[in-house]
Nanobody, 124 residues
Framework: QVQLVESGGGLVQAGGSLRLSCAAS????????MGWFRQAPGKEREFVAA????????RYADSVKGRFTISRDNAKNTVSLQMNNLKPEDTAVYYC?????????????????WGQGTQVTVSS
């Protein structure tokens, strides 16, 4: 089992920045691919960013490319999402996810473990 706890959400004005963190406990963190997803009211949960166990390979949704950066620290069992130039359409609950894999995973159904989510609200 892997337990995931997100933090760092909040209210920010458009153009601002936030940094989300996800703390993992349980199994060997470095064996897990990690991802961030988000879900806005009335919409399905969508892919935001993903990173391989080593941190070498990353993937981003087109809507966040160039603005968001995913990273991980295997020594601290954390994965982060730096979000810059935030837009009102980024408003959502953001979820951290994990799966034991050495590949990058971008499909929601590919993940086995999920955090409870953290709210990000961007005002215009």
């Amino acid at each position: 089992q892997v337990q995931l706890v997100e933090s760092g959400g909040g209210l920010v004005q458009a153009g601002g920045s936030l940094r989300l963190s996800c703390a993992a406990s349980g199994r060997v963190f470095s064996s897990y691919a990690m991802g961030w997803f988000r879900q806005a009211p009335g919409k399905e949960r969508e892919f935001v960013a993903a990173i391989t166990w080593s941190g070498v390979t990353t993937r981003y949704a087109d809507s966040v490319k160039g603005r968001f950066t995913i990273s991980r620290d295997n020594a601290k069992n954390t994965v982060s999402l730096q979000m810059n130039n935030l837009k009102p359409e980024d408003t959502a609950v953001y979820y951290c996810a994990a799966v034991r894999s050495y590949a990058v995973v971008i499909e929601r159904r590919g993940y086995d473990y999920w955090g409870q989510g953290t709210q990000v609200t961007v005002s215009s």
